[in-house]
């Protein structure tokens, strides 16, 4: 018999055997039925358009699910529609009653197609789960129409009539809406995030709203989700990496109109202190056009140069306060000619692209000016007492983490650090070596203190600065290469000296045996499993392929940032794991108001049918189950007594 006390407090909501019987019936009953779909995304860097189109698609799932139910019934054509409606219902609706086609006969006939689809899409659900994603005010309408039996007579004519009550009472948009949220909610049970969900692309602060309203999703955290994570905690070597990068690809729009952060005070001292200098090689990439906060260009140069020459000195100040990170070479302030105009990287010497720096000292290059402590000081307090950036920051913690296990795979962003004969690479932190899993719990608990211990407790500051070393240093997980060459790539002609080495570990993570190795350190079986990474882009124009290691390794980085997409040739993937097989969505480059359903392959059938029963969920059931049998037996060994309700109550 199980500890009694446990058995007391389940018995606050399972007071008699009845109630707990029948929770034990029902949840042995969900464990028959099939495991929900799981979809996985990666590298979303702030790409809103196609990452929202994507999720309200079910990357083309929805569209296969129409195709299947109407395909010899409606043409192609009507199918579209119906896919568009269901993917943006508000906006279809508004189109159509302007354009005079929102019928009573075309409300009824879209009633009755969305009500098939919502069928289907729910038919792996307990009726009860459904209910609960129901919307409070249509629920028993929807409930009614989602199991009508057209061949019993005597309800033809009570289903018929529910259709045109809801149409003659005039709330038939409202439902058309609410069906279409409900089909998008149904076809996806859980979302992963394999990390990087900001920098690039125009917008990482509407995907995060809408990811915090999906019903269930987890996040693997990736370099650019650290610096962002970084910057919240007022780290300034994170905070200038934040908006150098916004800056540099023209991102205006997410930090002044999506988190209101004024940089005002940053164009004017970058057109003060570089008004004669065209910053030519800080001219930003312009992939998205700003809609709230266009800036000019050339001011946009200046800016970018100025935030960056801060960011090399805040950075080399973080590099001499740690030593153990090992990264005094990447001081390359200090290693400049101010007179020669060269710079020293390792053993050789380069001429430098630029060497027009009013605010550095040559006798004490990482000294900020006065204008620059202040400008950074004011930037710091922005972050730290930024409402709706912390909102999401703290989303990110409570729904995320450097990996997770889940179902026999396992998820996380960039790598596991490996040497070059396979073995976890070790990192000293506190004095202590770490590798492999060791080692990403140790980090996860570091990237918790920075954000969550106060700013006069041991550790704050050494937690702080290392959130920076994970967005470039040569161990970090969720970086992956040696060094971070931004510096070469502003300065320096060469392109071979800005070469970035990836981790041994993306060389030997290809082969079957070391993805065995790590899923072994992390507790999985090796049948059955597989590890889920993004970070580097897959470049299918190239010939690569996403799926690796005979099935074992899948990355899903296919460029869904357009910054990208040139190199890869498509826009990206989704994972999809059903019930029955794993899938590959290949994305197109998304193009509003024109076809955007994915090309969808099957890569892996399962043996047999995956069942709740066999998933992490069913495990955790059987275990419920398995408490619910103590507690009856309890009750009926008279160890603990029933609560029955009285008459008068």
């Given at each position: 018999m199980r500890d009694l006390d446990y058995l007391k407090l389940m018995t606050r909501e399972y007071p008699t055997v009845k109630a707990a019987a029948s929770e034990m019936i029902n949840l042995t009953a969900i464990c028959g039925l099939p495991k929900g779909t799981e979809y996985f995304f990666s590298d979303l860097h702030g790409e809103y358009e196609a990452f929202i189109h994507l999720l309200r698609s079910s990357s083309g799932i929805i569209r296969e699910k129409i195709e299947e139910t109407f395909g010899n019934i409606i043409p192609e054509d009507e199918q579209v529609q119906l896919a568009n409606l269901i993917y943006y219902p508000d906006k279809i609706l508004n189109r159509m009653k302007a354009e005079g086609r929102a019928t009573k006969d075309w409300k009824r006939i879209t009633l009755y197609r969305l009500v098939q689809i919502c069928r289907e899409v729910s038919s792996?659900?307990?009726?009860?789960?459904?209910?609960?994603?129901?919307?409070?005010?249509?629920?028993?309408?929807?409930?009614?129409?989602?199991?009508?039996?057209?061949?019993?007579?005597?309800?033809?004519?009570?289903?018929?009539?529910?259709?045109?009550?809801?149409?003659?009472?005039?709330?038939?948009?409202?439902?058309?809406?609410?069906?279409?949220?409900?089909?998008?909610?149904?076809?996806i049970d859980n979302l992963h995030i394999i990390g990087d969900i900001f920098d690039r692309g125009p917008r990482a602060d509407i995907i995060m709203e809408e990811l915090m309203h999906f019903h269930d999703v987890d996040i693997q955290w990736g370099n650019h989700d650290i610096s962002w994570m970084g910057a919240a905690t007022g780290n300034l070597a994170c905070i200038c990496n934040v908006l150098r990068i916004a800056i540099s690809y023209n991102s205006f729009d997410v930090l002044e109109e999506g988190y209101g952060i004024n940089l005002r005070s940053l164009s004017m001292f970058a057109a003060s202190v570089y008004r004669n200098d065209p910053c030519e090689r800080f001219v930003p990439h312009i992939l998205d056009e700003n809609i709230y906060d266009a800036v000019d260009p050339g001011l946009a140069?200046?800016?970018?140069?100025?935030?960056?020459?801060?960011?090399?000195?805040?950075?080399?100040?973080?590099?001499?306060?740690?030593?153990?990170?090992?990264?005094?070479?990447?001081?390359?302030?200090?290693?400049i000619d101010y007179e020669k105009g060269t710079v020293k990287v390792g053993d050789k010497e380069y001429p430098m692209l630029d060497m027009n720096f009013p605010t550095v000292d040559p006798k004490d290059?990482?000294?900020?000016?006065?204008?620059?402590?202040?400008?950074?000081?004011?930037?710091?307090?922005?972050?730290?007492?930024?409402?709706?950036?912390?909102?999401?920051?703290?989303?990110?913690?409570?729904?995320?983490?450097?990996y997770k296990c889940y179902n026999s795979n396992l998820l996380y962003h960039g790598c596991i650090p490996m040497t070059k004969d396979g073995e976890f690479d070790c990192l000293y932190l506190d004095g202590e070596a770490y590798a492999g899993k060791a080692l990403m719990d140790k980090i996860e608990q570091r990237v918790k203190d920075a954000y969550f211990l106060k700013s006069k407790d041991e550790g704050k500051e050494r937690a702080t600065d290392f959130m920076w070393y994970l967005w470039c240093g040569s161990k970090s997980p969720v970086y992956g290469k040696d060094k971070m060459t931004t510096f070469e790539h502003y300065f320096i002609a060469d392109k071979a000296v800005g070469k970035e080495v990836l981790n041994p570990y993306y060389q030997l993570s290809v082969k079957e045996e070391y993805c065995n190795k790590?899923?072994?350190?992390?507790?999985?079986?090796?049948?059955?499993?597989?590890?889920?990474?993004?970070?580097?882009?897959?470049?299918?124009?190239?010939?690569?392929?996403?799926?690796?290691?005979?099935g074992k390794l899948f990355i899903i980085d296919g460029g869904l940032s357009k910054a990208y997409q040139a190199k890869t040739g498509i826009a990206g993937y989704t994972l999809i794991y059903n019930s029955r097989h794993l899938a590959l969505a290949e994305h197109k480059p998304f193009q509003p108001d024109q076809e955007n359903t994915p090309k969808v392959q099957i890569v892996e059938k399962m043996t047999n049918r995956m069942m709740v029963a066999d998933t992490d969920l069913g495990v955790e059931l059987k275990g419920r189950i398995e408490d619910l049998k103590e507690l009856v037996t309890a009750y009926r060994r008279g160890l603990l007594k029933e609560k029955t309700k009285r008459k008068n109550e």
């Open positions: 792996k659900y307990s009726r009860s789960k459904v209910r609960k994603k129901m919307p409070q005010d249509f629920a028993y309408a929807i409930d009614e129409l989602l199991h009508v039996d057209y061949n019993d007579e005597n309800k033809k004519v009570y289903y018929s009539e529910i259709i045109h009550a809801i149409i003659d009472s005039g709330i038939a948009d409202k439902f058309i809406v609410a069906l279409c949220e409900l089909i998008q909610n149904l076809t140069a200046k800016m970018h140069k100025a935030i960056a020459i801060i960011q090399f000195k805040v950075e080399g100040q973080i590099i001499k306060r740690h030593p153990g990170y090992e990264m005094n070479d990447r001081i390359l302030l200090e290693n290059p990482l000294k900020l000016t006065p204008e620059e402590d202040e400008l950074m000081q004011n930037f710091a307090l922005s972050f730290k007492h930024n409402k709706l950036l912390h909102k999401h920051i703290k989303f990110l913690y409570s729904n995320g983490g450097l790590i899923l072994e350190e992390f507790g999985l079986p090796l049948h059955g499993s597989h590890i889920i990474n993004g970070h580097v882009p897959v470049k299918i124009k190239d010939g690569e392929t996403p799926v690796k290691a005979n």
